[in-house]
């Protein structure tokens, strides 16, 4: 059973301070990994993806990927309320569906 | 910017009718998906299409459920005979697969109530 874990939260943060939100996964033949912001009764949205081991950033946005310890992590800098979401960990193999954890509930406050 | 477009919105039905959700996907992608997010728990894969026909399924899609591109530009997944389980957030999603890296853009979802 291929799986994704990731701690549900609440994880509160300051507005200003950096949100730290981390994913597990179990196989190591995974090949990529997405993270998905989700606000609440609404859709999935593409945050950003990795592939390779390392640091990949966009913006505020940081996803580190270590395969070794089978683990990626998404860094939220300067976090705004607007952050208050869940973030979803995905990842894909060589088939082309996504696997999802359950996701990280963020609280961003004032 | 190009989106994926999901009708309806919000669909309600009766245990046991047949409903059909549609989707446009976006235009130049060539893989379709859709997934279902039962509320409060995770979002689940259904199935992939591409090239006219099923990629993959998982043990959630049974006979009860089918997908079809009935012209160029919709997508639709039909459950045939709706069970008070069905009851959740359908998304639909599509990705130029084979180009990148598998990034699938999601619609705004279908929320599926059977009573």
């Known amino acids: 059973q291929k799986e994704v874990e990731q701690n549900s939260g609440p994880l509160s943060v300051p507005e200003g301070a950096i949100a730290s939100l981390n994913c597990t996964y179990s196989?190591?033949?995974?090949?990529?990994f997405f993270w998905y912001r989700q606000y609440s009764g609404k859709s999935p949205e593409l945050i950003m993806f990795?592939?390779?081991?390392g640091d990949k950033e966009d913006g505020r946005f940081t996803a580190q990927l270590n395969k070794a310890s089978q683990y990626v992590s998404l860094l939220i800098r300067d976090s705004q309320p607007s952050d208050s979401a869940t973030y979803l960990c995905?990842?894909?193999?060589?088939?082309?569906?996504?696997?999802f954890g359950t996701g990280t509930r963020l609280q961003v406050f004032p | 910017e190009p989106e994926v477009t999901q009708t309806p919105s919000h669909q309600v039905t009766q245990m046991g009718q047949e409903v059909i959700l549609r989707c446009v996907p976006i235009?130049?992608?060539?893989?379709f998906y859709w997934y279902r997010q039962i509320l409060g728990q995770k979002v689940e894969f259904l199935v992939s299409?591409?090239?006219?026909?099923?990629?993959?399924k998982s043990e959630i899609f049974d006979d009860q459920f089918s997908v079809e591109r009935p012209d160029g530009s919709n997508f639709t997944l039909k459950i045939r005979s709706t069970k008070l389980e069905d009851s959740a957030m359908y998304f639909c999603?599509?990705?130029?697969?084979?180009?990148?890296?598998?990034?699938?853009?999601f619609g705004p979802g279908t929320r599926l109530t059977v009573l």
């Open positions: 196989d190591r033949g995974s090949q990529s």
């Open positions: 990795i592939y390779s081991n």
């Open positions: 999603a599509s990705s130029d697969f084979r180009a990148s890296y598998n990034e699938q853009f």
């Open positions: 235009s130049n992608h060539l893989y």
């Open positions: 995905a990842l894909s193999y060589n088939t082309d569906k996504l696997i």
């Open positions: 299409f591409y090239n006219n026909e099923i990629s993959e």
